[in-house]
């Protein structure tokens, strides 16, 4: 066939420009692909677009957290329907948080909390309940879990703003009405996974119901004091190093972290009513007139429950007369409120449709072993 022409001028000229713009694709491609950078958004400009903020996003199948975030865990966690969650912080270049006297962190203007709701899911769809799932975003793969919906806190310069994302395909949407996903369970059972709505999250985040101010809940020394398997030290630690966190203070009593039994059980069951009922059981919380104090404080027997009858009696009461019966989880009105799905009975009252039978199981074996006796 003989020898292949040679490389004339106009050639070699093409095969430059050739290799140039392959190099220009792969350093667009790589940049396409670097880490995000998170934009804070005015209230009169909030994206449609979860990635607009780029602080979570997809790149494929794999889900990102931006390196201008801390990803961080709670120590007992907000029961939601067996959903596990991704938690993430942003403050802004060149500030930080402030460890205060009451075991809350003061967190400027620009910051944004991010929380996604994940499940982890069989091949077919369907959703499970459990998980050996260690925290670590990297592990976070479409093809292996199900993203249900990105919360965001923004401290505006007014206070804190609730924007609930939804996600659809390889985004998540503004919702600010929330929605309603029916779900399947792995088990067969359906469920109903509840978006709440820009108004419900102030159900919860509104901690003091006289001032009705939103505020983080679990931005506080006691859920936070823990080590983690994305850092190899203490969070707390690590937020100092990075310079994020002053005046660190180590008086409060860390939570107990959930699952582990080495734990006594008086502070497993305290540490699970904290963070699933203390928003709204405590002297300001929109429950504060039932004198039913549930957060981690120092609160006579009483307020805890103990002999307690409640302030109004209703459906609610389950036909029970005190909220805890010492030794008696079966005739105790906590327990049966977290025993029920009906909603209007079940407690706490948004969040959940499902039954959370370890917190429950923990709740009850700490009733049983109370001693005393109702008069």
């Given at each position: 066939?003989?020898?292949?022409?040679?490389?004339?001028?106009?050639?070699?000229?093409?095969?430059?420009?050739?290799?140039?713009?392959?190099?220009?694709?792969?350093?667009?491609?790589?940049?396409?692909?670097?880490?995000?950078?998170v934009t804070f958004h005015t209230a009169d400009d909030y994206p449609a677009r979860l990635s607009d903020w780029g602080l979570v996003s997809l790149e494929g199948q794999q889900l990102t957290v931006s390196d201008q975030a801390i990803v961080y865990e709670l120590n007992t966690a907000l029961f939601s329907d067996y959903a596990l969650k991704l938690r993430t912080l942003y403050l802004p270049e060149g500030t930080h948080a402030n460890f205060d006297a009451t075991d809350n962190f003061a967190l400027p203007v620009g910051s944004i909390i991010s929380k996604t709701f994940i499940y982890p899911k069989t091949q077919s769809g369907a959703l499970l309940t459990s998980s050996d799932w260690n925290g670590d975003p990297s592990a976070i793969q479409t093809n292996d879990f199900e993203l249900m919906e990105t919360r965001l806190m923004v401290k505006q310069a007014n206070g804190w703003?609730?924007?609930?994302?939804?996600?659809?395909?390889?985004?998540?949407?503004?919702?600010?009405?929330g929605t309603i996903r029916p779900m399947t369970l792995a088990n067969g059972k359906a469920l109903n996974y509840l978006v709440p709505s820009k108004n419900q999250c102030a159900s919860c985040h509104a901690t003091n119901h006289t001032t009705g101010e939103l505020l983080p809940i679990g931005m506080k020394a006691r859920h936070l004091d823990r080590s983690t398997a994305v850092y190899s030290k203490n969070q707390l630690e690590h937020w100092a190093e990075r310079g994020w966190l002053t005046n660190v203070s180590y008086e409060h009593t860390p939570n107990a972290i959930w699952g582990d039994t080495s734990q006594s059980l008086d502070h497993q069951a305290r540490s699970y009513l904290d963070i699933n009922c203390g928003h709204c059981h405590n002297a300001q919380g929109a429950a504060d007139t039932s004198g039913l104090l549930l957060d981690y404080e120092d609160h006579p027997a009483n307020a805890l429950g103990m002999c307690k009858p409640p302030i109004a009696a209703g459906r609610g009461s389950g036909g029970h007369l005190y909220s805890i019966v010492p030794g008696q989880a079966e005739d105790s009105i906590l327990s049966f409120r977290l025993a029920t799905n009906d909603p209007g009975m079940m407690m706490p009252e948004l969040g959940r449709s499902l039954v959370h039978q370890e917190g429950l199981e923990i709740i009850n074996q700490w009733i049983n072993s109370m001693d005393g006796q109702c008069l």
């Open positions: 066939m003989g020898d292949p022409p040679k490389d004339t001028t106009g050639q070699r000229l093409a095969n430059r420009v050739s290799k140039a713009c392959g190099v220009f694709a792969v350093c667009l491609l790589l940049a396409a692909c670097g880490p995000a950078e703003d609730a924007l609930p994302y939804v996600w659809k395909g390889d985004d998540a949407y503004l919702s600010l009405t």
